[in-house]
């Protein structure tokens, strides 16, 4: 059998390990050292922070200051789900509102359904997008220090109280010159977050007219008539309907086959129109009992 | 100094170490809210001290909605982060300011452990976190202090001595050679007064603390072995 070396036999026997290595054009390369290329080890730069590098970032690619109309509908537009109740706080705090009874408001608007939101995250929410105002809020955080003396004023008109000689649990120094009564700040419970709604977000809730854009919709389609008196009839009673029980209904409706519906379809835009309301099942309001009599939107198509 | 002063200061040292552990150990709840609202911040004439407790103070007055999950937004905006490139936070952990890479469990968390059970301390079992978190290098000083003030009571002189000697030099070499930076990084990560508010007021107690135990022991606070300024 015919063995295949890589190597020239004779050039493993004339190696030797312990020789100097020498490169090919090694010499050219001392002889003029400031005109060659050093390789040196790259040294990474010292790591940005996310806050750095997110303010280069804002610096590139600047983002444009919203409104307060813009902020408002990009905050309802990005919790759709939490749309009606967003709007009915705004509605409810025309008025000023301490923060305990907005969030019973929140707690019983939403009638015992379980939500994502808590209900100081949704005020904190309309706070941010300025649909909410606190009329009592603090002074911003940024604010630069003040002198001592207005300090103590900015404190005091925060709600702490001055500070006072500690006379009652502090033990008697023996020498009251060693010992001199110590000053306290004590925090003085402050008082509840009070909020009102702001024009921009009022008139966002003024915006919003359900009605109009569901019989909008009827006019462009009033083939679904039928399946909404279908929905608006089965839940007229004092149980109300399932989904399940509203699939059975809707589902296989020929009318749904082209295009395809299911029941979701439609129990979004009865909702929405504020025809039916969700109370562990789903039930007809007076809107949806309106829009099936004679002259409704359903009961005239 | 008269002996009831004394153990009056060594037992408000001590609760000062133990409220300063609380703080940086986990978010303030409602218990602990409660006692916050209801105590009583003294004015000690330490600058940065008087001014932390002045923002905690301003920060607990002021009315606000859901200020438990305001307060533990900023604590984890504050110590965790959102970022994992080691610059994103005040992460609380000696090792993080003292290592290269700033990484955890480094040489200064071994160094810690070696201290702390040399004095007979060890982490309980329900603590997961490193040794050299701020927290525990608090209450380690908060300890010392109580044995300190045991020691005082019973006249023992010597175990005084060298409880003193553990402090300061735990102080100097652990605490507070890496706390500054800790400091300027809650002062930049913090939006509340709250944390910043506690930043300051640690930074204030520790120097203070410091200048306090060198004073008794006789030890001159030597610039050029600052580890401050060394820093």
Redesign the interface.
Known sequence: MEENYPFDEQELEDFDPLAPIEFEGEEEEDANPEDQEYYVEKVPPI??????AAAARRAKYPVPELTREQKIAKAIKGMPGQKKLLLHIIDWCREEHE?ASIIDEIIAFERGSVNTF?P??I??TLVRCEALK?T???AP?GEE?KAPQE?AE??EA???EE?VA?QE???A???AE??PQ?????????????YIATKEGLDAVEAENPAARFEAFMDANPVYAPIFRTILENCDHPEGCTKKQIDALVDHDPICMVPRRFSGYFVDKLEDADAIIFEKTWHTTEIGRRMLEEDGIIGAL | ??E??VI?LLEQRNATYKFLSRLFKIEVDQEFYDF????????TGNANVD?G??KI??Y???????VL?DLAVDYTRTFI???N????AAYPFESVYTSPKRLLMQGARDEVLVIYRANGIDKNDSWKEGEDHIALELEFLQIIGERLLEAYKADEDQKVDSLLATQYHFLHDHLLAWYPMMAADIE??S???FYKGLGELTMGFLETDLEFLADILGIEEDAENDPQTLA
Not at chain 2, 60 to 66: K, Q
């Open positions: 790591a940005a922070s996310i806050e750095e923060d808590s100081e995250s005020i904190a606190q009592n809020a603090p955080e220090a300090e900015a404190i925060a709600g702490a500070p500690d649990d502090a033990p120094p023996e020498n060693e010992a110590a000053e306290y700040l004590e925090v003085k419970k402050p008082e509840a977050a009070r | 100094m008269s009831a002063t009056q916050l609202c209801s105590m009583k911040y003294p004015r001014a407790y002045q103070v301003k607990l007055s002021t009315p606000r909605t859901g999950t982060g959102a970022g490139d080691g610059y994103s930049r990560f939006k509340t007064d």
